[in-house]
């Protein structure tokens, strides 16, 4: 009674964050139509400060650079900071490249660090302090702005109440794996949905930490760029609307970015995103739930800062799915249609439904119209499996940051990967190999036996669930083994294995 009570419990609590996803997509639908106009532009364009901060990134400064050069807007009203903390030779890269521009004419500087203090905070603070523009937009190295950003979005400060104005993200590449293909789903689903459905709301939403613009002042008030959290840009974005700032959400406004190609790569990410979101909470949900607010923005801003919990109760739900699938095999037909099917529908179903709707409204990665959900619905199995895949690694982070304050930013390393076919594995950067690689083998062997076993008892409707656990531990472990043992072997075995996954 007590396993069967504990797995209830845990499934019940997951089901509940999956009728979250539900309410969002209803809210979204509900006010897809409030399509702001573009304010007419300024008497006077401000002075814009464009910040960008570098951490070893030799394959794609120069692109982002090149791209920041190219803006559409006034060049007396332009300054560009390049935040070099660099110790390779990305800061020769950037010291030439900046030479050759001031050259020609453009205000551009290369602020290089000796010593990376506060991490991507602690340069953003510093280029601050020496900013001429009363804006301030930031790109991190993987991102390549088209032209018109800045008249696109500096015009909605003409309302003062605006601190800060966040364009939404597309994908330059996309199309390059499967991998590829599963990270922006997920990360269509946050700005195609979230994003979108907690501003047209009324409710607090972040500040991604590139492909934005900030008005100084709200970044001052707020008490500045800090480094005690992994997500500097999470924990300034409360911050600043506590403090009385509204911010705006222009889904039209994609800005180009390049997805992690390595599962490593992706992996620390995803563990930098969860550790810092549950730091944040510790630190401000105190502040958010006594603050006076709207109960709405409060209940939605405890679910967004919590919610990488999940992970954690996503690994307990894996311990104890089968051992609680044997304790009720003969239970009568009925407790299982009434009781089960609902809570796994919650947790499941919630989750392709939610991004369904967020590829069926997204724009493909040129910012055209809408593409169909036909061809996304390949991927939905491995999309769940991923994020099953995935809780092993943010479960950790979770855990890390409920009893740790800030911690080293380790950047996700990109390699100017723009097309498929192209080679990233002979490239300088490596991200640190999880260490959790041969525990996601644990968990794929048990699932394994666990279908194998359930396939033989006869549990028909036990093995979708069990498969599921089985795809996602299964891709996790080949994704960050295979490599180990000679790379063009293993990716013509990834080849063969992404299309059964998929499948």
Not at 54 to 71: C, H, K, P, Q
Request: net charge positive.
């Amino acid at each position: 009674m007590a396993l069967l009570g504990s797995y209830y419990l845990i499934l019940g609590i997951l089901s509940l964050y999956g009728v979250h996803r539900l309410l969002l997509v209803i809210d979204f639908l509900r006010t897809r139509s409030r399509v702001l106009g573009l304010p007419p532009a300024p008497a006077a364009w401000p002075i814009v400060t464009v910040q960008l901060p570098l951490y070893n990134e030799m394959y794609v400064a120069s692109r982002l650079i090149d791209a920041v050069a190219a803006l559409d807007y006034p060049r007396d009203r332009l300054e560009i900071q390049v935040l070099d903390d660099s110790t390779d030779e990305t800061c020769q890269i950037v010291a030439e490249q900046v030479s050759r521009l001031r050259s020609e004419g453009l205000d551009i500087r290369h602020l290089h660090r000796a010593v990376r203090s506060g991490f991507k905070a602690g340069a953003l603070a510093e280029g601050l302090a020496v900013a001429r523009g009363a804006f301030l937009a930031v790109f991190d190295a993987d991102f390549v702005p088209r032209p018109n950003f800045l008249r696109a979005t500096v015009p909605y400060f003409s309302d003062p109440a605006i601190g800060m104005v966040q364009g939404s993200w597309s994908h330059i590449n996309r199309e390059f794996s499967l991998l590829t293909q599963v990270e922006a789903i997920l990360l269509d689903g946050h700005f195609q949905i979230e994003h979108t459905a907690r501003n047209r709301t009324g409710c607090f939403f972040n500040f991604n930490g590139t492909a934005g613009v900030w008005r100084r002042e709200a970044i001052v008030e707020a008490g500045g760029w800090q480094h005690d959290t992994l997500t500097e840009d999470l924990d300034l974005s409360y911050r600043a609307q506590l403090a009385g700032w509204r911010f705006l959400y222009l889904p039209e406004v994609g800005v180009p970015s390049e997805l992690p190609v390595d599962v490593q790569g992706f992996k620390s990410q995803q563990y930098r995103w969860a550790k810092g979101s549950i730091q944040t909470g510790r630190k401000l949900l105190g502040r958010i739930l006594g603050a006076r607010l709207p109960l709405r923005a409060k209940l939605e801003a405890f679910i967004h800062l919590t919610n990488n919990a999940s992970y954690v109760l996503m690994v307990l739900v894996a311990l104890l799915i089968f051992p609680a699938m044997v304790l009720r095999r003969g239970s009568p037909l009925s407790v299982l249609l009434l009781i089960d099917l609902p809570l796994f529908l919650f947790a499941t179903a919630s989750v392709i439904v939610f991004y369904l709707v967020s590829q069926a409204v997204r724009p493909d990665d040129s910012g055209d119209a809408p593409r169909g959900k036909r061809r996304t619905l390949r991927y939905l199995p491995a999309l769940l499996g991923m994020g099953i895949g995935l809780s092993l690694n943010n479960a950790r982070a979770v855990v890390s940051g409920l009893f740790h304050r800030g911690g080293t930013f380790h950047r996700t390393p990109k390699y100017r990967i723009e097309h498929s076919g192209q080679e990233w594995r002979s490239k300088i950067y490596r991200p640190g190999a999880s260490r959790l690689w041969w525990l996601e083998g644990v968990f794929a062997l048990y699932f394994l036996g666990c279908t194998l076993w359930a396939l033989w008892a006869g549990m028909w409707m036990s093995i979708p669930f069990l498969y599921l656990f089985l795809q996602g531990f299964s891709y996790m472990f080949l994704l960050s083994v295979l490599p180990r043992f000679g790379r063009p072997r293993a990716e013509q075995i990834l080849a063969v294995a992404g299309p059964r996954i998929e499948a």
